[in-house]
């Protein structure tokens, strides 16, 4: 029989998670269980903070699209420093339930390295993401119904910003007009549905540092603008204190375990594009409090996921991260040495060669932030002993700590020599070091992060993008970071150009203001915030076996 | 202070879940635990089944816009019964949370008689309806990506019957157009939004008797018709699995507890217009294996929710109820008296006495069953001494069992004279029938509907409805119940012919197959099938307290 990682995580053993919870130092009291293998976690309830673990963030090089493992790579590294002995714990995202009914495929780690329940956290876990949907729409429901009953606030239906969200791929929601039918069924208008995963209030919940603090970002959110072009936010319309309510469970860190019995955080899902694409600070800041090491992700490549991490996440946390992890594999690699993503499978050690520049960009980039990162070289079966010696000399040559890692095969067993590795880091002392103050001018923050992280020569506004900015100066809303909205596939703003693309001018063709989540998003292209549905969706395979059981999850 | 019902709720003493499970014979391998207070039963691990507990229905004369305080009533007695001694479980539905965010009021019982914790239950609880909501939408994916990606069954986009779904009141979202942008956006056609509780899902969900009858119930749905007018199923698209792999967990009833202690089952909800407005099927079961007696409710009067308990859920489960419970109360009588609703409060016992008939009517329903039903009449503190003597004075001329209740303000106490009449009736021995045949004519049906439960002369089928009878009749679907969407306030289909309305004749508007629920949905009028929020939504008086409490909800 094959193994799969729904019948790897079928036949695992896990601990009842009151276990997982004792093992963390999680009171009972402060536990609030959902099933058996799952809880919430009552901050309130925790023991006062005695320590502040260190935080280890894996990162990538720019992927191919399915992916380097990036999430399998965190729990086999957070399995491998609990075989070490360490006190630690992991921290990840809440997957969308959306994709895991178009494309094969979860979000919690694979093989021998993933967090269970597996079936349970990619279906609807426990309720975070519902949620969130619901939070969103009953702000929707709310706006809608304003217009409906006489607009007080002089709304312009055609400036409507806030959208409604489904967790569900679904691009027939993409466009759509609502209030048709009469005078009786609402003010028809056009409308759109994003995943629920684009939702400010996902992103909002994952940056706010207490309750108080979540109804505070929540009352800031821009809703659309009146016909004098004045902003309406949720505070105008009253609504934070239904939208707080509503979130009140879903703010709460979610309590899981890794395969081999290690405590894990999972908690909220923001994307990685329109948003910061990280974990809750709730999850990690939880995590600090009980364990000496962290190891958590942050979505898609370094020039994305860690550079928001550095701007947005750590810098709104109040802390630095410790350690940086940059997964690589050689697939990638070879995708950025030229070959055709079809092609990936056979041996060309000439390709990865060609390819290491994407990777020694990564490198730069994290070194920038006075972190010396360790390059996780992710193996696949297909990969070859001259592949990897390829990307192991050039390692040696560059002066950078890299091991290979098997933990799909092989558990934390297969992340050993990474975990020795980022020990040692976690040993030096530390020179960290942003890259950008939030007060820098809008142009300064873009022109830093395209020349010092992307590796570009200049970026340029289109016309669109120069109005909205102007817009924002007005509003004094330009003091916030940035959250870059770009392809994750190529360091600059082409998909297609990839390894390491020089000389490139970056266009950002929007500037959109998220006053709760608190940045300001800048588009670089067209950006899917609502994905479709495959031609074979994943979801015509899924079952239930006779004992209730998932079938054809993954 | 003025005790509110949320305000009563909050300084309850809660038992933690496990005991109540304990008390009422749940062993701890049954029991999956969602937080402190609330969990799911895991039926195949109860132990076998000794007992087959009887059933009371708890249903009402034709209310007012307001309620007459059937779920209180139902909470009250279980809990009377369990003041006597008996072992006794209550089941509910599970309240939506649209309406919740709309009108202030909940569906969780009130006062001292409630089920708790209140908050969650009418918040997300444990999920269920989220689950609902994801499973119907994800559908609506699967039938729009099937247009998009060429369409195999060549399905008609105009005659798709599937509608999308949200746990709101959203009137904005009755009628959309979806699909819009251009080929790369999907197929835009007319499509609209009803609420979750009105999703044929969760009617399935509520009278599916396994896991695997869930999945046929759900595979024989229908979702529109071909260009060839041939009908297409959820099997013909090949979804069956992926949504009861989504509803697997909603589909375990949910335990909680009265604010005496009292075990509840509290799980579906489905609508009591176009569906059959009782909790689910699973829940009655498993109260019944576990009590000797089970209280349980159905939604608006006898004419509806009682009709439909006995010709669809009973029939369904195969049991019969043991004793009918009807609630009155001077308000609603005064108003079938011809009161004004806006002059309720007024003492007026000779409108009382006009009004009687209501009751009267719904009295001589419940004894065509062969059940003599038992009159509560619900007390509330602007009834005159004059106003209930006129009840008890009827009750007694025509040898009807009639005890005053006060469990608002009383609990189980205030129910204790209904639950000894209510013990008397249990002691008896039955005359169960019920009043038609499925395969009798869908016009015997409609007929002895209109006639022996509503009183009324006749019934007419309007063009329309006789052209989707003759469909019905071609696909071989008549041989069903049928699930009448009429009006609650009276028992014609007008809903301003108050009292005891004779001679009417019924007209049927439409006729709708719902082949996974099992029945046949004859519109009698409009019925609204996605509510809108007021001019001042509940929600805006929502929020959080300092310590993370609900303030506002009811």
Not at 339 to 345: H, I, Q, S, T, W
């Amino acid at each position: 029989m094959t193994l799969t990682d729904l019948s790897i995580a079928a036949n695992a053993k896990m601990l009842p998670i009151q276990e997982v919870a004792d093992r963390a130092g999680i009171p009972e009291e402060a536990l609030e269980t959902y099933g058996k293998y799952k809880a919430k976690i009552d901050i309130a309830s925790l023991p006062p903070a005695v320590k502040q673990g260190q935080v280890v963030l894996v990162t990538a090089i720019s992927p191919t699209p399915a992916g380097e493992g990036k999430s399998t790579v965190t729990v086999g590294l957070a399995d491998a420093f609990k075989q070490l002995g360490e006190s630690v714990m992991v921290a990840l995202r809440e997957p969308s339930l959306g994709p895991v009914m178009g494309v094969k495929g979860g979000a919690t780690g694979g093989g021998f390295a993933q967090v269970l329940p597996m079936e349970d956290i990619n279906l609807h876990f426990t309720g975070d993401i519902h949620a969130i949907t619901t939070a969103n729409n009953a702000l929707s429901a709310l706006i809608d119904n304003h217009l409906h009953q006489g607009n007080e606030l002089e709304l312009d239906p055609r400036r409507i910003t806030w959208k409604r969200v489904l967790d569900m791929n679904d691009r027939a929601l993409r466009n759509v007009t609502v209030g048709l039918g009469g005078p009786s069924q609402g003010v028809p208008r056009e409308d759109g549905f994003d995943i629920t995963v684009a939702s400010e209030i996902m992103a909002v919940l994952c940056l706010a540092e207490s309750l108080d603090d979540l109804k505070e970002r929540l009352a800031q959110m821009l809703v659309g603008y009146t016909y004098d072009r004045e902003p309406v936010t949720v505070r105008d319309l009253g609504a934070a204190g239904a939208l707080t309510l509503l979130l009140k469970d879903a703010f709460k860190p979610n309590l899981v375990q890794t395969i081999e019995g290690t405590p894990a955080i999972i908690h909220g899902g923001p994307f990685a594009n329109i948003a910061h694409g990280c974990n809750s600070l709730m999850a990690t800041k939880a995590a600090r409090r009980l364990a000496d090491v962290v190891v958590t992700e942050a979505g898609f490549g370094a020039d994305l996921g860690a550079e928001k991490f550095m701007h947005i996440k750590s810098r709104q946390g109040g802390f630095d991260p410790d350690a940086v992890v940059i997964v690589a594999t050689v697939r990638a690699l070879k995708m950025h040495g030229g070959v055709d993503k079809n092609a990936l499978k056979e041996a060309d050690a000439d390709a990865v060669r060609r390819g290491m520049v994407n990777l020694a960009k990564h490198v730069d980039t994290i070194r920038q932030f006075g972190i010396e990162p360790v390059v996780a070289l992710n193996r696949f079966v297909t990969d070859t002993e001259a592949e990897l010696a390829e990307v192991m000399e050039w390692a040696k040559a560059e002066d950078v700590a890299i091991a290979l890692t098997d933990v799909w095969e092989k558990g934390g067993t297969g992340g050993l020599e990474l975990a020795k590795l980022v020990q040692q880091e976690l040993e030096k002392p530390k020179n960290f070091s942003r890259l950008y103050e939030p007060t820098d001018s809008v142009e300064e923050k873009l022109r830093v992060i395209v020349q010092r992280v992307y590796g570009g020569a200049d970026v340029q506004l289109t016309d669109k993008a120069k109005k909205q900015l102007a817009e924002i100066q007005k509003f004094g809303w330009d003091a916030l970071p940035l959250c870059m909205a770009k392809t994750q596939y190529s360091l600059s703003d082409q998909p297609k150009l990839l390894g390491r693309p020089e000389g490139f001018t970056v266009t950002i063709r929007e500037i959109i203001p998220k006053l709760g989540a608190g940045f300001l998003v800048c588009l670089t292209g067209d950006i899917m915030t609502m994905p479709g549905l495959p031609k074979q969706p994943a979801a015509l395979n899924m079952d239930i076996s006779d004992n209730g059981n998932a079938v054809g999850l993954f």
